[in-house]
């Protein structure tokens, strides 16, 4: 089966702080995609940042970064000088039908970590 | 505004009644998905569109669900004699035909059924 584990239900940090949330997840390709997307509170859901497996590099986005361990299957997501707005869901995903063609787009979420930075 | 787009944001409805939402996805994105969110989970997916042909259909969509996207741009999803456990965001997301681009959601409709 494909899942994705996220194992923090909730995470709180300090204004200005580095916050690190956890993913996991399984699969049997070798090239695939990894996303980390946000959720505010009653607003979209947005892309914060993606991986492609195939990279050995890390990805980064500002004061957003991942590190990925592809053996290990973990994808975590690095906040770095954590602001207010970045309280938010955040939801890691992935497309287990990435080599198959067709609907290779259709995303596995995990459940989410609620993210609080305070001030 | 050229996000996706959904209407209406918040619906309540009787038990037993149908339900329609529609999503209008950024204009040059030929994929568009269907996904339910219920409280503390991630969203599943419902099913999937490229331009007009529904390509794949989740066991979660029961035959009480059923969506379009005629003419290939906007879609609508349809819940017929809706049960409380239908409660939940609904959520539209389109993208490019381009591996490894981001889909883009909408803001959901939050379905209430009482």
């Known amino acids: 089966a494909q899942t994705v584990t996220q194992s923090q239900p909730e995470m709180s940090v300090q204004e200005a702080e580095t916050v690190t949330l956890s993913c996991t997840y399984d699969?049997?390709?070798?090239?695939?995609?990894l996303f980390w997307y946000k959720q505010p509170p009653s607003r979209q859901m947005i892309l914060v940042i993606r991986?492609?497996?195939?990279?050995?590099q890390n990805a980064t986005e500002n004061r957003f970064s991942v590190n990925f361990q592809k053996a290990a299957k973990s994808f975590s997501l690095k906040i770095s000088d954590s602001q207010l707005g970045d309280t938010a869901m955040y939801f890691c995903a992935f497309p287990p039908n990435f080599n198959s063609g067709g609907s290779n787009y259709k995303l596995t979420f995990g459940k989410g970590t609620l993210l609080t930075v305070n001030p | 505004d050229t996000g996706v787009s959904q209407n209406p944001r918040h619906k309540i409805t009787k038990r037993g009644q149908n339900v329609t939402f529609r999503c209008d996805p950024i204009s040059e994105h030929n994929r568009l998905y269907w996904y339910r969110q219920t409280l503390g989970q991630g969203p599943e997916f419902l099913t999937y569109f490229q331009n007009e042909a529904q390509l794949e259909k989740s066991r979660l969509l029961s035959d009480r669900f059923s969506a379009e996207r005629p003419k290939g741009s906007f879609s609508t999803l349809e819940i017929q004699r809706t049960e409380q456990g239908d409660s939940a965001m609904y959520l539209c997301a389109s993208s490019p035909a381009v591996l490894g681009t981001e889909a883009f959601f909408g803001q959901g409709t939050r379905l209430t059924v009482v």
């Open positions: 699969t049997s390709e070798n090239n695939y995609y």
């Open positions: 991986q492609e497996a195939y990279k050995q």
